[in-house]
């Protein structure tokens, strides 16, 4: 049975009014830079740990999509094939002058582009290295239609440090959750062509509460290994609005603690999963922030420290 929406939220979906002089600073920097950052849109619970940390998620090519997923908050048409030129510079220009670490670099789906906007995204990645040569970036992309070399472009062309692409949820709940141009198949295949390519650390997200079982989780986590994805994060869906799919339960903090050891003991790099987790979340990327330079890995409430699986990406 469905949550309604007006459903209170357990403690441990309760988080604290962001704040402090580090995000104050990156959100005034940001408003007068004219970025959009996915932190903001999708109201992320998240958002004052990670900006206080200095990591945000910036959304390029534009802020409407071309798929109409049941989960996602983002506005949904036809951008008719307008892109504008100037993003990547402007980016790369706008983040060297704030306190950043680590970016993620997140796309609206462009089915209305020949390439899905794959050439956009690494003339993006390359201009934020040319003015922040010590700025870790991370592609969180979609899926370009399940055209390869489109994917193979935004690795061997743009270089990110991490290649990210989300499944979502479990695979017999796409149909009800995401659009019906996407499938667990072939966002599995993106993950896999990113590996083939060279892509240094594949990462992806899975969505729970949705109706769900906790083996069908498990039964996705090991065909994602089977991928050979190095990262992954698991956190509870939230529903954006009335008119987004429903919440079918909250699930416990102890379960999320089992994913995380299982996917460990599965052989991922990195395991984030708890309540508030979403695909871009502070944990994880402390954590491939320590991998990528070869420190010590990070620890949280929803981490776990494991120097066995500790290696330098080369």
């Not at 920097?29 to 959009?36: C, G, I, K, Y």
Request: aromatic residues 6%.
């Amino acid at each position: 049975m469905s949550l309604p929406i007006n459903q209170r939220k357990p403690e441990w979906l309760k988080v604290r009014l962001p704040g402090g002089e580090r995000y104050a600073r990156i959100k005034e920097r940001l408003r007068q830079l004219d970025l959009h950052t996915v932190c903001e849109e999708a109201r992320c619970p998240n958002i004052g740990e990670c900006w206080g940390e200095g990591t945000a998620t910036l959304m390029i090519l534009g802020e409407t999509c071309t798929r109409g997923c049941r989960f996602c908050a983002v506005n949904t048409g036809d951008p008719g094939g307008l892109v504008d030129p100037r993003e990547p510079e402007n980016v790369g220009r706008a983040l060297s002058e704030l306190d950043l670490a680590y970016v993620v670099l997140t796309m609206v789906d462009r089915d209305d582009l020949l390439d899905g906007g794959a050439a956009h995204v690494a003339q993006t990645v390359r201009r934020i290295k040319h003015y922040s040569p010590e700025m870790l970036v991370e592609t969180l992309v979609g899926d370009f239609a399940g055209v390869r070399k489109d994917v193979e472009a935004v690795v061997r062309e743009g270089a990110p440090d991490v290649f990210a692409h989300n499944v979502e949820v479990v695979p017999s709940l796409q149909r009800r959750m995401r659009d019906a141009r996407c499938s667990w198949e072939r966002s599995v295949d993106v993950l896999r062509w990113a590996r083939a390519a060279g892509a240094n650390v594949t990462k992806t997200s899975l969505m729970v509460g949705c109706g769900e079982t906790e083996d069908e989780v498990l039964d996705a986590m090991r065909s994602l290994r089977e991928a050979e994805v190095d990262v992954l994060t698991i956190g509870q869906y939230l529903r954006p609005s009335a008119k987004h799919a429903a919440v079918e339960r909250f699930v416990e903090p102890a379960e999320f603690d089992r994913y995380r050891d299982r996917g460990l003991e599965m052989g991922f790099r990195f395991v984030a999963s708890g309540p508030l987790v979403r695909s871009s979340y502070r944990a994880a990327e402390a954590f491939l922030k320590g991998i990528l330079s070869g420190e010590a890995p990070f620890e949280d409430r929803y981490g776990k420290r494991d120097k066995t699986r500790l290696t330098v990406v080369s």
